[in-house]
């Protein structure tokens, strides 16, 4: 029991320490890195398997009663640990800068550094587990459980973990488990060796004291460019706290230099109020203002005032509102009733506690009602109805060229999000978008093309009757009306423009002449983008012939900020090392010269031992059983994650937090995974992998459906519902990879390394894949292909013959 034990706590160890990274990548470097901690785990598993493979006949490799084959389990149940908390620090401590990426070359080989260093922890988690399926195949289904509820448990974890403590605590926590384990498979070797014991228990108290006082350098190092380093750097700037929990950190910081009013009208001549700042992540820094309602004059010179001349007392639904400048509007326009719903449960915390005074109490105003939850479930759960449904400016300003943020997903831009806040409103009510304004239109267009596509699916006939725009300097302004507009509400908005020097640039029998006059463009391009989009006729030419892919986005394919279409690419690489920007401005690019570098590092490492070590290269007899190997397992580690992520997307909308989805999802999957594998001892049928492709299909039907169904039930029933829900298809995905293992021990078992080899390097393909295909197409078409992958691999697992010609000689690994 203690190796198998052991096994769990080091699977446990592995998931907390990947789930943590992505954590630490989203805070100290910006989202094109957030994702790499998958590919890093993934990676790692497959190089292990390779590693194995080329090793095996290596005496260390070997069984026996306290022989070195336990040692080994034991030093690498060791090595993840020291790697974990070593690979942490060197991050911290290499200068990489992905601004300079494009022109500095030493910035590659820090990011290879990144790479290999991240990728040590899973080389030395991924050879344990690696080895003990090749020294006891006919037990794959016993360690594949242990493994997978470990790491299901380990998921879990997470959310405690990074709830409690920093992320740099997670990473220490994540080396405790792994020490925990090199205890476990210590004893299950039954040595009589005090020392190793000895100086497993003193690094155990070592990390526990780092646990409950961490030394200062295990800090996060964040990037220089991120706003809440840039605001530090300022003579008077001073960090005023640090708050955590699972899917954030919030910080606060006190500077003369903060003065954010986003949209301002340039008539505004006064000065702002005194502010402070609060960054998630360090970035989007948004306003603490402090002023008496009565003394917020500055908010009538904001575009969204025009809102409050439209709606007179309204009730207001405000969603993520961030510091609550837009909270400080709605009271300051005398709203009956103000309701705020915000996902991040800090911000309220420290809005109504330590920085009440900062907003000057806007958050204990009683007309103020405060949700912690997502916008969607709010809207989906409430039967209130409210004049303004208020979506507000809740990100700092992004230039488009970035590509920065194309692959964060946002469930609250969406056609259906729309849609249900639009079913909100009462019949004379209003829905309220802000965005920041883009040249070319990009942003600013996508968001009015989400907006006339809602209203179609709401059914409204003709909804160049219910919508206007107009743009400030910094932003632009859609407002969407329940009914038609009526000529007096026409009248008031144009009044408002002239008064605010704000530029219309859509409203119901508006005429070229009325449009580009204060905040003069060469071209009307606004104008001219929102007018095309609102004829039927016209659009689908105006989306294939624009700069940008502003097509709507939808539940299905929910990245907003992704703009990224084939015809960029000259233009982006004309430009590549010419401008300052994250990754030279490649966005979406990165994920293709990922992809690129994946498959071949994946091709490296399984074909390399087929070279390097005879004994392993398949003689002619055997290369029937070689190619059925690759297929198979291949085809495993592709489909598994293309299900993965999709599901894991899905339950981002279903659970309202990312990371809370992210550990619920994989605990349930990998529970009932092992729960499968451990079936599978029993069940030894192809029947089950023949299932798998109907049902991945299935549930690609399915999930469209949820949020319909569930968005509305309490957050604790849908995290109930989730398990049953996840369950029958985790379950059917745990059969495939311990049949095939088996078979292959009773064929070859001297090939089961490089089994794992090929199912680790696939897996790190597919990790990569499912997100380009997913941004690209939707996760129904990810669904699709996984399906078709199980169909492949269902057709590969046909009986394999014993083959001593599989390898020349290899020697069997021993069994336990």
């Known amino acids: 029991m203690a190796l198998y034990g052991g096994v ?458 219910h919508l206007l725009a107009l743009r400030s300097f910094q932003t632009v302004l859609i407002l969407a009306k329940r009914s038609p507009l009526t000529e007096a509400e026409l009248a008031t908005v144009r009044h408002f423009a002239q008064e605010m020097s704000c530029d219309l640039i859509y409203l119901p029998g508006i005429t070229p002449q009325e449009v580009n006059r204060y905040n003069v463009l060469p071209q009307p391009e606004y104008y001219r983008a929102f007018a095309t989009i609102l004829s039927p006729d016209e659009r689908e030419r105006f989306y294939q012939e624009h700069l940008f892919d502003v097509r709507p986005t939808t539940d299905d394919r929910p990245f907003f900020f992704h703009y990224f279409k084939l015809a960029q690419v000259p233009a982006i690489l004309a430009g590549f090392g010419k401008a300052w920007q994250p990754f030279g401005g490649g966005g979406y690019l990165v994920l293709v010269v990922l992809l690129a570098l994946v498959l071949a590092a994946s091709a490296l490492l399984i074909l390399l031992p087929l070279f390097l070590q005879p004994r392993v290269s398949p003689s002619k007899a055997g290369r029937v059983l070689w190619a059925r190997t690759l297929v198979y397992f291949t085809a495993l580690g592709l489909a598994y994650l293309l299900v993965e992520i999709p599901l894991l997307q899905y339950f981002i909308l279903l659970l309202d937090q990312p990371t809370y989805a992210f550990a619920l999802v994989l605990c349930a999957l990998l529970l009932a995974s092992g729960a499968g594998s451990l079936l599978g001892e029993r069940i030894r049928t192809a029947g089950v992998v023949w299932l798998l492709g109907p049902v991945v299909l299935l549930y690609a039907l399915l999930l469209r459906r949820l949020p319909s169904l569930l968005l509305g039930w309490p957050l604790a029933w849908r995290v109930v519902a989730s398990f049953p829900l996840l369950a029958p298809i985790g379950v059917l995905m745990g059969f495939p990879f311990p049949a095939g293992i088996r078979r292959l021990g009773r064929a070859a078992p001297e090939a089961i390394p490089w089994a794992w080899a090929v199912n680790g390097c696939a897996s790190v393909v597919s990790s990569i894949l499912a997100t380009m295909l997913a941004v690209s197409f939707g996760f129904s078409w990810v669904l699709v292909l996984a399906a078709a992958l199980y169909v492949l691999a269902a057709a590969a697992l046909i009986p394999l013959p014993p083959s001593p010609n599989f390898g020349r000689g290899g020697n069997r690994i021993g069994n336990l």
């Open 8 to 465: 769990f706590l080091l699977a446990a160890g592995t998931l907390l320490f990947e789930i943590t990274l992505t954590r630490i990548f989203s805070i100290a470097q910006w989202y094109h890195l957030a994702f790499m901690a998958v590919g890093l785990a993934l990676l790692g598993s497959g190089a292990s398997g390779s590693l194995l493979t080329l090793l095996r006949e290596r005496p260390v490799l070997q069984q026996g009663r306290q022989s070195p084959a336990d040692r080994a389990l034991i030093l690498c149940a060791a090595l993840f640990s020291l790697t974990a908390l070593g690979g942490y620090l060197a991050c911290n401590l290499l200068p990489f800068d992905s601004f300079r990426l494009a022109w500095e070359r030493a910035q590659l080989l820090y990011l290879a550094g990144y790479y290999l260093a991240l990728t040590l922890p899973f080389l030395w988690s991924g050879l344990a587990f690696a080895l003990l399926l090749a020294r006891a195949p006919e037990r794959t289904g016993r360690l594949y459980f242990a493994n997978l509820s470990g790491s299901g448990v380990g998921a879990l974890a997470a959310i405690g973990a990074l709830s409690l403590l920093s992320s740099e605590r997670g990473v220490v926590a994540a080396a405790l488990l792994g020490l925990g384990a090199a205890l476990a498979f210590e004893l299950a070797a039954g040595g009589r060796k005090r020392a190793w014991r000895a100086a497993l228990i003193a690094a155990l108290l070592l990390c526990a004291a780092l646990l409950i006082r961490p030394w200062p350098f295990l800090g996060v190092r964040m990037s220089p460019y991120k706003p809440l380093s840039q605001t530090l750097r300022m003579p008077d700037a001073r960090l005023e706290g640090t708050w955590w929990n699972a899917s954030s950190r919030v910080d606060v910081v006190d500077s003369s230099t903060i003065r954010s009013a986003p949209g301002l009208s340039l008539d505004y001549l006064q000065p702002l109020p005194p502010q402070k700042g609060l960054t998630v992540d360090g970035d989007n820094l948004q306003p603490l203002t402090q002023v008496s309602l009565a003394e917020a004059d500055f908010v009538d010179y904001l575009p969204t005032a025009l809102a409050y001349q439209l709606v007179h007392h309204p009730r207001v639904l405000i969603i993520e509102p961030g510091g609550g400048m837009d909270v400080l509007a709605a009271l300051h326009h005398d709203a009956q009733r103000v309701v705020v719903v915000e996902s991040n449960s800090q911000i309220l915390h420290l809005m109504r506690g330590p920085y009440d005074d900062a907003v000057a109490g806007l958050y204990r105003h009683p007309q103020v009602e405060l949700h912690a939850t997502q916008g969607r479930s709010y809207m989906r759960a409430t039967s209130e109805r409210f004049d303004l449904i208020h979506f507000a400016l809740a990100e700092g300003y992004r230039a488009v060229s970035w590509g920065a943020y194309s692959l964060s997903e946002n469930y609250l831009y969406t056609v259906e999000a729309l849609a249900d806040a639009y079913a909100r409103l009462t019949p004379q009510g209003f829905l309220l978008l802000s965005r920041w304004l883009q040249l070319p239109p990009s942003e600013e267009t996508r968001a009015w093309a989400l907006t006339v596509a809602a209203l179609e699916r709401a059914g409204v006939p003709h909804p160049e009757d």
